[in-house]
């Protein structure tokens, strides 16, 4: 049963007298609810286990005394090296999770967990305590990542257990909706098959209704163990089951696993494995710069708020979108790294003319440091000439600029 594992972490730390407030009784919320408050992610974990709540009311601090709201300030443009807007009220990055405790009065506490592993409250910024409710984080954050994510295990593991003919289960990890599928074939990633038209119908949801080759975090569930993975939404070639509505098969994507055609490692898919795996900030923090450059304009092909939220500094939500929203690919011709600068050489495809005409853009990006989270990041000014579609012919490429399968 969720929740009893962080009971017992629980019990152990405030015997042991880690918590402040200790022995104090507060407040016993009814329920309590992890999730992860990025942009299109509605997973999330209820905690009703009556030990649990009680211990958390004894490790949270006391409720603060209810006071007016503070007066806004003028609004004025963002400083350059400010942080995104997820919380406005302390002006934060985007947070690992959300802890938000409901009470049976029908009143609630929200918290959120920092990529440092502080807590703070929600709606004050103020931090919820010091090194000992840390502890209450790791916990927290342990029970969300064993109930939602998976593990990020190396294509060739993969590929033993999930042989021809074998099905599995994928979970989608932003809406939680779930599908059978089998594998048809691949030997770079797995190329798989919705079982039924059901699943099939499943599928085309979770893409929004549409298509499409943009890619999505998931997890497959093979032989009952929870694997980081990525999918796109594209049916291509061919296919062996005759009644599922589904014309030829899509990819599904592992942990070092290439595209068929060329045999390299598409950042877009890695990109969303480590979504999946839990682990995005710790691999961002590690990424040299040519690597955060690729998975910043990974995050814009696929539409990916989250994944650019966290990759950049100086976040404008009105930039950020327009990205997002009007540009369907990027094709990396070239990366030259120059010390903390990066030379970007691209083909860039817009939704609107023409979405098979190619334009040939070059971006320099001078990368700054990521104090929040340690590695770099881009600034998202840098990304505005992208939205600028050049003067010059485009390319009109037989790909049309699809990716790679």
């Known amino acids: 049963m969720a929740g009893l594992g962080l009971a017992a972490l629980l019990a152990a730390a405030i015997r042991s007298g880690w918590w402040p407030g ?25 905690i009703t286990d009556p030990a649990v709540l009680r211990q958390l009311a004894r490790a949270l601090p006391d409720r ?9 300030p003028p ?31 029908g009143s609630a506490r ?72 089998r594998r048809y074939g691949g030997y770079r990633h797995a190329d798989v098959e919705p079982v039924t038209r059901q699943d099939t119908a499943v599928l085309h949801r979770i893409f929004g209704g549409q298509w499409t080759w943009r890619r999505r975090p998931v997890v497959a569930i093979i032989q009952d163990r929870r694997i980081a993975a990525s999918v796109n939404g594209m049916p291509h070639g ?6 599922n509505d589904f014309p030829g098969h899509f990819c599904l994507h592992f942990l070092g696993s290439q595209v068929h055609a060329s045999g390299r490692i598409d950042p877009s898919h890695q990109l969303m494995v480590h979504q999946a795996s839990g682990r995005l900030i710790e691999r961002l923090a590690e990424a040299p710069p040519a690597q955060l450059v690729q998975w910043a304009l ?29 540009i369907r690919h990027v094709t990396i011709v070239g990366l ?29 990006l001078p990368l700054q440091p990521a104090g929040w989270r340690g590695g770099w990041t881009v600034r998202l000014a840098d990304l505005a000439p992208l939205l600028k579609v050049p003067t010059s012919t485009p390319l009109l490429l037989r790909s049309g600029g699809y990716p790679e399968c």
Request: overall charge negative; cysteine-free.
């Open 238 to 243: 061919n296919g062996l089951i005759a009644a």
């Open 64 to 72: 603060p005394v209810p006071r007016p709201p503070p007066v806004p």
């Open 110 to 181: 929200e918290f959120v967990a920092l990529p440092d592993g502080t807590l703070r409250d929600a709606a004050s910024g103020a931090p919820a305590g010091g090194a000992a409710l840390r502890q209450a984080t790791q916990a927290l954050g342990l029970e969300l990542s064993e109930h939602l994510f998976g593990e990020p295990l190396p294509w060739p593991e993969v590929d033993r257990m999930f042989p021809f003919d074998a099905e599995a289960t994928i979970e989608d990890l932003r809406t939680g909706l779930w599908l059978r599928v």
């Open 298 to 326: 990974a995050a814009v092909q696929e539409s990916d708020e989250a994944a650019l939220h966290l990759t950049v500094t100086g976040w404008d939500a009105t930039l950020a979108r327009r990205l997002l929203e009007n």
């Open 336 to 364: 030259v790294v120059s010390g903390a600068t990066v030379r970007a050489e691209l083909v860039v495809y817009y939704e609107q003319p023409n979405p098979d005409a190619g334009y040939r853009q070059v971006l320099q």
């Open 22 to 46: 200790r022995g104090i009784r507060g407040d016993v919320p009814a329920s309590a609810v992890l999730r992860v408050p990025w942009p299109g992610w509605q997973r999330q974990l209820e």
């Open 75 to 105: 609004a004025r443009p963002p400083a350059a090296d400010e942080e995104g807007d997820a919380f406005a009220s302390f002006g934060g990055p985007l947070p690992r999770w959300q802890l938000i405790l409901r009470y049976p009065q």
